[in-house]
């Protein structure tokens, strides 16, 4: 008579057990909020198989360990174990399930918690939780101490189950959570761009005699290249293009400082030179880890034609005779911003624009880019483009070049940022 009445109980705990599960599982699909999400597998797992406690232990690639991230009760901060340590450790190294009715006649067994808690563990029962598309580990399910015997071959399978249901929801959530970390990063990035393009010109300034066209395309939603006109004290126009190691939100955040000093220096000072210096020696110990700065300074008289600029080891930059077809690189007078602490730059050779003739600005972006063979644009392939576009009017050469540039490299963006700025004088 006892042993059919245990029986039945066992049945009807079966049964509790199953509704249980069902019930975790219509919760689950609805769960939003991926705390809520354990709490419901771990509260449900203990009610289901009659234990004293559950525990549900997340897995972390970062550091290979495991940490419990919902309880029923515990009387520490968190438990936390290696792979492969304790059987905690070990169900998630083997990805197996374990079912251990004498924990302290077990080798894997560990103690140290039991000591630190006053909680005693008669019986263990672990499952893994596991990726259903990929079977990697997520977690560990585990019960401690079944209320009326040790855990039996139908706890096994009804831990499996929640187990199997805990690593869909989990996975679910935590795909759904890189999906919004995601978007508000793109939505960051696009605030970014947005604040960052107002850094740049709103529209090409109106020089007489002369036509600029330009391109400006980031590798990512903000940039480390910059481009601007400004007026200098003396009334000529102040050309520049600079470039900041890397690209993406740092070297971005690097060409707003140097974009605020540039303007600031330029309200009493006209030359490039001592331009050039004097922003290097302020923005120097803001350039860390190893970044550094190149930067063409250009000023031009639009009433004489007369053209300097410094060159803090800046490329591709060229002057285009457009009679002789000369390409005339404008040569390096100083080492990159950043690269030493008290860095001399020089002026280098001027110019004198004739009608028809260009210059031509742009950052290493476009001469590095690669196609899919993995050949370089190369400087002799855009000197050779420039030159076979010499005749033409700035806007039409950016337009040309541009489009060759796309066709080089097929891909959605380039792998670093691109700027080119064109400045013709125009025909008589």
């Known amino acids: 008579m006892d042993a059919k009445l245990t029986h039945q109980a066992r049945l ?26 354990l709490k419901i597998v771990t509260d449900g797992a203990c009610i289901a198989h009659n234990c004293e406690r559950a525990s549900l232990f997340l897995y972390d690639e970062t550091t290979a360990d495991l940490h419990t991230q919902t309880v029923t009760e515990l009387e520490i901060a968190e438990i936390r174990r290696k792979i492969g340590e304790s059987i905690v450790g070990w169900v998630a190294e083997q990805s197996t399930l374990a079912n251990i009715s004498a924990p302290r006649e077990d080798d894997r067994w560990d103690s140290s918690i039991d000591l630190r808690t006053g909680f005693f563990t008669r019986n263990i029962l672990a499952a893994p939780i596991l990726s259903v598309h990929d079977g990697k580990l997520l977690g560990v399910l585990q019960l401690l101490n079944r209320r009326d015997g040790d855990f039996d071959e139908y ?17 679910r959530q935590l795909l759904l959570d890189e999906v919004r970390e995601k978007h508000q990063l793109e ?12 850094f740049l010109p709103k529209s090409l300034p109106s020089i007489p ?8 395309e980031p590798a990512e939603a903000v940039s480390g290249d910059y481009y601007d006109f400004i007026r200098l004290p003396d ?61 063409i300074l250009v000023a031009i008289c639009p009433a004489t034609h007369k053209v300097h600029f410094a060159n803090s080891a800046h490329a ?46 742009a950052t290493d972006g476009m001469i590095e880019l690669r196609n899919q063979q993995g050949e370089m644009f190369g400087t002799d392939r855009l000197k050779e483009l420039l030159l076979q576009n010499i005749h033409l009017p700035a806007d039409q050469i ?31």
Do not use: C
């Not at 705990?13 to 599982?25: C, D, F, K």
């Not at 939505?187 to 107002?198: A, F, P, S, V």
């Not at 457009?322 to 950043?338: H, N, S």
């Open 155 to 171: 706890d096994e399978e009804l831990i499996s189950a929640f187990a199997s249901h805990a690593g869909t929801a989990l996975e």
């Open 187 to 198: 939505l960051e990035l696009n605030i970014g761009r947005e604040i960052q393009t107002h």
């Open 12 to 37: 009807y705990e079966h049964l509790e057990g199953l509704n249980r599960l069902l019930e975790i599982t219509l919760e689950l699909a609805h769960a939003q909020d991926l705390d809520l999400i």
């Open 235 to 295: 009334n000529r126009l102040g050309l520049i293009v600079a470039d900041v190691s890397g690209h993406g939100v740092g070297p971005s955040m690097i060409m707003a400082s140097f974009r605020a000093m540039l303007r600031v220096l330029t309200r009493t000072q006209s030359r490039p030179s001592q331009l050039l210096n004097q922003l290097a020696a302020t923005i120097y110990p803001d350039l860390i880890d190893g970044r550094f700065i190149t930067a």
């Open 316 to 361: 591709p930059a060229y002057y285009l005779n457009r009679r002789t077809g000369e390409v005339r690189f404008l040569e390096t007078t100083g080492m990159p911003i950043g690269a030493v602490p008290d860095l001399k730059i020089t002026s280098g050779t001027s110019l004198q624009m004739e009608p028809g003739d260009l210059l031509f600005l």
């Open 209 to 216: 005699g002369y036509e600029l066209a330009v391109w400006w």
């Open 398 to 428: 950016q337009r040309n070049l541009r489009q060759k540039v796309l066709d080089f490299h097929p891909f959605e963006h380039p792998p670093d940022d691109i700027t080119m700025v064109i400045l013709e004088r125009k025909m008589r």
